[in-house]
């Protein structure tokens, strides 16, 4: 590894020499060219300077010089005050500006100029040195890639074939695959919970067809032994198998609902549409189908004529009229004959919300982190013979979800249950 180190220290040292050089040569020329723009331009000032110094008929209105006046930098001597600007009228008449005179004045500026110059590019000499250090982190970063392009992965390899889904956990004791085992642990944690899933949905889903099956095969075999000739018997036993084929036809098609849902094949047909209007649809519909308990609309007018005010979102009608009617269904089911359950409609901060509320049985609040998972029941309502399959409100979220709606749960114990969906609403 020493050597490993020694080598990649000697490239980065050429590599940043490399660099080092193109910098300061880009630097020479640049100071080279800029030297040569403010010699020029000082040469123009110092014309410029001496013309304003001529008689005017020396000169036209443009500061052009009139035709026959002669101009010339001549050198009288050796030293380097005899650089003279010589201009010859037509006349004869000359006029002669030493270049000294303005040579002095800016002499001091070229001098602080050449000296900043020289030190930046002594300075950038060193910079082999700085460019060395900020190459250092890609130094460590390509030795520990060559490090770990070298490391054996057979122990990796046995950790992860030793895993298994019922101990997804990976352990291999090497510091640098450390953050490989976290990510693969937490990918077969993942893993877990997801067969976990599947397994007890599975299982939850032969138990629910289990017990109509069994039903239905009781009534048959009984029908086969002694009902064929007993009328109440034969009775008896059309209605049970009526029912238990009535209820495994729903289980099934709740199940390819969610089977579609989980797999994206169920499509949302989206239209603007009054949730007002379906609260009161279902409103009436559980007024004609259910006596037993006292349905209150609340928050519009039970006319269906009375615009006064719309809820208007987007979404599926269908849909979303079903999830409304799973709440109205299980709230009458946990609660007791003659109670009221009350359907409302609002808008609050740009959202149109629906409540449904009962005077049910309730729920406690660890049976409400549960009741949207599939098949649960509390141990409360599987003692009951409520009926059901446990996957009406599993079905319910997932069409909230669809919409990007939100649910809110408020439940208190022989008190009552209050759903609370929210929908953006449509200006």
């Excluded at 110094?53 to 035709?67: F, G, I, S, T």
């Excluded at 460019?131 to 490391?151: D, F, Q, S, T």
């Excluded at 976990?196 to 889903?205: E, G, K, T, Y």
Aim: proline share 2%.
């Amino acid at each position: 590894m020493e050597k490993q180190k020694t080598t990649y220290n000697k490239r980065t040292t050429s590599i940043a020499r490399k660099i080092s050089w193109s910098m300061w040569s880009r630097r020479f020329l640049h100071f080279l060219l800029w030297d040569v723009l403010l010699l020029t331009a000082t040469f123009g000032l110092f014309v410029l300077h001496c013309n304003s110094e001529l008689p005017k008929e020396a000169l036209r209105n443009d500061w052009n010089y009139v035709n026959g006046t002669e101009v010339d930098f001549i050198r009288e001597g050796y030293h380097y005050k005899s650089f003279t600007y010589l201009v010859r009228l037509e006349n004869g008449e000359e006029y002669r500006f030493p270049l000294y005179e303005f040579y002095n004045y800016v002499l001091p500026l070229f001098i602080l100029l050449i000296l900043f110059q020289c030190f930046d590019l002594i300075n950038g000499v060193s910079d082999t040195k700085r460019i060395r250090k900020k190459l250092r982190p890609l130094n460590e970063l390509a030795v520990k890639a060559e490090a770990m392009g070298n490391i054996s992965y057979e122990h990796l390899e046995h950790a992860i074939s030793s895993a298994s889904p019922e101990s997804p956990k990976i352990v291999t004791g090497d510091r640098e695959l450390q953050s490989i085992e976290i990510a693969l642990n937490s990918l077969l944690t993942k893993m877990q919970e997801s067969r976990q899933q599947q397994v007890r949905f599975v299982s939850d889903a032969s138990h629910e067809l289990r017990t109509p099956i069994a039903v239905i095969q009781g009534y048959v075999n009984m029908l086969d032994r002694w009902g064929k000739e007993d009328p109440e018997v034969l009775e008896e036993s059309i209605t049970a198998l009526k029912n238990e084929s009535e209820h495994m036809k729903e289980l099934i098609e709740q199940l390819l609902f969610l089977a579609r849902g989980d797999s994206g094949r169920n499509t949302l047909n989206r239209t603007n549409f009054d949730l007002g209007d379906v609260l009161r649809e279902v409103w009436e519909e559980s007024l004609m189908i259910d006596e037993t308990h006292t349905y209150v609309l609340k928050g519009i007018s039970e006319d269906p004529s009375d615009y006064s005010e719309r809820f208007i979102i987007n979404g599926d009608l269908a849909m979303v009229k079903q999830s409304i009617r799973i709440f109205v269904q299980n709230a009458a089911k946990y609660s007791e004959e003659g109670s009221t359950i009350k359907l409302g409609v609002q808008k609050e901060n740009g959202k149109v919300l629906y409540t449904i509320q009962d005077e049910g049985i309730g729920m406690t609040g660890q049976d409400i982190s549960h009741i949207f998972e599939r098949f649960f029941r509390s141990d409360e309502v599987r003692n009951e013979n409520t009926g059901g399959s446990g996957l009406g409100l599993s079905i319910a979220k997932w069409i909230i979800d669809a919409h990007d709606g939100t649910i809110n749960v408020l439940s208190r114990q022989d008190v009552g249950t209050r759903f609370t969906v929210s929908f953006q609403e449509v200006q």
